[in-house]
């Protein structure tokens, strides 16, 4: 599988775009269908923090690149096996305890992620990666928060909350695993490889459970390949729905 | 979900150092911390804030509205209460 961009450290940029970018989208799909009105926004300000980061992101790989390519070209142009997002972005929303599990193991990981990416060699990148580091610090803390509620709440969200951390659990391997991108871009001090940030997840996400009376799901082989471009069923349907518009009608502008 | 699961709390923000915590509005939330997160999601979107206190509403002691002639008519035609009666002079400028 050939890289997404010539550049590896575009490539990279943009894969750290697409996950946020799939994720942001999940997150807008919750408008006016969350349990109450302040959930709604707070999961639309979840939503909107994760596209912002992904323009940022999606911009800088452009300047990287230096192609002529913009951030509505990666957003809009580019069909399911040029996206690199890990596995876990691109799942349903289910009911709300999954969307916030999922979110919680996100967050979990895109937190030390930023927080280490803030040290970029790269002065933009390292900028980028701080305010991000911000933005997801309260996404877990929001995302933990609900989980605690909804483990150590009813039985039947107690259930539901346990089965979206064993229905989303085989997901967690491939945020963790290096590549040669990964290892390439950490080398050369512009990235971060994320082999390093399982034990900072495993921390945060260990208390959560601890105090959500969630049982942590065995560790399983899991399931991989978004990294590489080979998706689940799930991304074809969300990249229909968010290009339609640029599909429809190449170059249109508000 | 039932109004008992969540109850109402009021919200007050304090937007800059040194202006008091102002009230700006009120949400359901299952308990304090829910409170705080939620009132920063609906109320500090827009701008810079400092602080947000949160108050269960039913901590709060209202007035009756029914008793307003009562509580505040009275007031109406002591205008003796307002400092209007004094010749401030022009030295001490804006008070």
Redesign the interface.
Known sequence: MPLASPDPRAAWLMRLGDASLILGHRMTQWLSRA?????D??LA?LGLDLIGQTRALYARACEIEGGGRDENALAYRRAEPEYRNPLLVEQPNGDFAVTMVRHLIFAAYATPLYERLSSSNDAETAGIATRSAREMAYHL??AA?WTI?LGDGTPESHARAQTALDDLWPYVPELFEADDLDRDVAASGFGVDPSTLRGDFDAAVAGVLARATLAKPAEVRGQRGGKAGRHSEHLGHILAELQVLQRAYPDAQW | ?TEAA?PLWEVFVRPRNGLAHRHVGS?????A??AL??AR??YT?RGETQSIWIVPSTAIVASDPSEKDMMFEPTATKIYRHPTFYEVPDEVGHM
């Not at chain 1, 349990?35 to 959930?39: K, N």
């Not at chain 2, 949400?27 to 308990?31: E, G, R």
């Open positions: 349990p109450t009105l302040e959930e926004i707070a300000n803390r929001h928060e509620r | 979900m969540t949400l359901h939330a299952h308990d911390q829910m997160q939620a999601d609906v979107r």
